[in-house]
């Protein structure tokens, strides 16, 4: 069983840069086994792929909507995948979701993570 639990949502103006973060309680393997994802949903709208990151890092892989402003990286001894936003969009605006999956992948499909965090919200102004 893993658990996920993302925190370090919150407000922001757009060019304000944020941090979230997810912590996996994993039992059975380490994190440094499961690849880690990132997702949003603004409302209205379908959940999307943001980034993702296999295992130990070795690959990551990011919506074309962030390349360039947001940044995926874990720290395994912490146990933590984190989102690193910069020049943040009123766009931006919306739940983000942590996933893992036991497959070491960085696809974008979210039927590819099997263990979801609750969500945290993220709200842009402008």
């Known amino acids: 069983q893993v658990e996920v639990a993302e925190s370090g949502g919150g407000l922001a103006q757009a060019g304000d840069s944020l941090r979230v973060s997810c912590v996996a309680s994993?039992?059975?393997?380490?994190?440094?086994?499961?690849?880690g994802a990132w997702f949003r949903q603004a409302p209205g709208k379908e959940r999307e792929f943001v980034a993702s990151?296999?295992?130990?890092?070795?690959?990551?892989n990011y919506a074309d909507s962030v390349k360039g402003r947001f940044s995926i990286f874990r720290d395994d001894a912490k146990n933590t995948v984190y989102l690193q936003m910069r020049s943040l969009k009123p766009e931006d605006s919306a739940v983000y979701y942590c996933?893992?999956?036991?497959?070491?992948?960085?696809?974008?499909?979210?039927?590819?993570?099997?263990?979801w965090g609750q969500g945290i919200p993220i709200t842009v102004s402008s």
């Open positions: 990151i296999s295992w130990s890092g070795g690959s990551v």
């Open positions: 996933a893992v999956s036991p497959v070491n992948w960085v696809g974008p499909q979210i039927s590819g993570y099997e263990y």
């Open positions: 994993v039992s059975e393997r380490a994190l440094s086994s499961y690849s």
